[in-house]
């Protein structure tokens, strides 16, 4: 027994002190840290990169967005359908251009989003929000879901931040938090008054550097390692007339069927249509999109 127990230890040992050779795996590409620019703006307002904390906030959300291959070339992919309509209200109500990032890090530009808070379309707006804008959000519509009314609620929600805080970077911050909760941290660590001096919760506190992430990214993909032709983008869908519907009960796919599309087609242009159904009590005029026999191979 003695010598049994002797050779089992002499063996543990030699296998211990052998060195295991692993297979070879070829390596398919490298993962880098991605180039950060020595000057950066956000809406005309600088982001001071020549702070350690400032650029290795920015560094992280950079490799995160540029790691999260399919989502954030599926956002760039949707770039030119839907911001070729948000820019022009952008720019007719006074919003910085730069808002579209904002608008990619909310949802990654899928119309259909919807968080786990509830809070849902391009601009991620909770249902208080839509509300008090004027959208009407239900389950069987919710004009969170429609781009041009909803942008336009997110903007009039972003300008009244701008003209509390006197700072488009803080008013993105609110956008994340809410104006009281920026508001309340601003009052504790007076006398800070940027978005990159005041310590806020996580998500806020990487929020602006998400935002950033999409601006570089957007601005020049192949520096990133993103290759896109033009050709392949998304392009918007503009190939559609619209009628008015005021009926109560109103079933949409007869609606589609007596307009010459399909209740799939009807979804893809109205997406704030959330059920096959709408009751519709108060006769509420409603603007809808319908498809031309030429929308889906335009």
């Known amino acids: 027994m003695r010598y049994i127990f002797l050779f089992t230890a002499l063996f543990a040992a030699s296998f211990s002190n052998a060195q295991v050779a692993l297979p070879q795996i070829p390596i398919q590409g490298q993962v880098r840290v991605p180039a950060i620019p020595e000057t950066l703006g956000f809406a005309?307002?600088?982001?001071?990169?020549?702070?350690?904390?400032?650029?290795?906030?920015?560094?992280?959300?950079?490799?995160?967005?540029?790691?999260?291959?399919?989502?954030?070339?599926?956002?760039l992919l949707n770039s030119e359908r839907y911001l070729s309509t948000i820019k022009p209200i952008l720019n007719e109500m006074?919003?910085?251009?730069?808002?579209?990032?904002?608008?990619m890090a909310e949802s990654g530009l899928d119309p259909n989003a919807i968080s786990i808070a509830k809070?849902?379309?391009?601009?991620?707006?909770?249902?208080?929000?839509?509300?008090?804008?004027?959208?009407?959000?239900?389950?069987e519509v919710d004009e969170r879901y429609d781009i041009e009314r909803s942008?336009?609620?997110a903007l009039n929600h972003l300008l009244k931040s701008k003209e509390r805080f006197g700072s488009?970077?803080?008013?993105?911050?609110?956008?994340?938090?809410?104006?009281?909760?920026?508001?309340?941290?601003?009052?504790?660590?007076?006398?800070?008054?940027?978005?990159y001096d005041i310590w806020l919760?996580?998500?806020?506190?990487?929020?602006?550097?998400?935002?950033?992430?999409?601006k570089l990214l957007y601005e020049n993909p192949a520096a990133y390692g993103f290759s896109i032709d033009a050709s392949t983008l998304y392009k918007k869908l503009t190939d559609y007339h619209e009628i008015k519907i005021s009926d109560k009960n109103i079933k949409w796919p007869e609606v589609a069927a007596a307009n010459g599309t399909t209740y799939k087609l009807l979804r893809e242009l109205n997406h704030w249509i959330r059920d096959y159904g709408y009751a519709n009590p108060n006769g509420r005029t409603l603007t809808v999109k319908i498809p031309n026999k030429g929308f889906r191979t335009e």
């Open 44 to 75: 005309g307002e600088r982001v001071p990169l020549e702070n350690f904390d400032t650029r290795e906030s920015l560094i992280r959300e950079m490799l995160i967005t540029c790691n999260m291959h399919s989502r954030t070339m599926t956002t």
């Open 94 to 103: 006074g919003v910085p251009e730069d808002f579209i990032y904002l608008c």
């Open 119 to 139: 809070a849902a379309g391009l601009w991620q707006l909770m249902p208080e929000t839509g509300r008090a804008g004027g959208l009407e959000v239900g389950s």
């Open 151 to 153: 942008t336009r609620v």
């Open 168 to 195: 488009w970077t803080l008013a993105a911050a609110a956008y994340n938090l809410g104006d009281a909760g920026v508001s309340k941290r601003l009052g504790l660590q007076t006398p800070c008054t940027s978005y």
């Open 201 to 214: 919760p996580d998500e806020t506190r990487r929020y602006i550097f998400r935002i950033l992430s999409f």
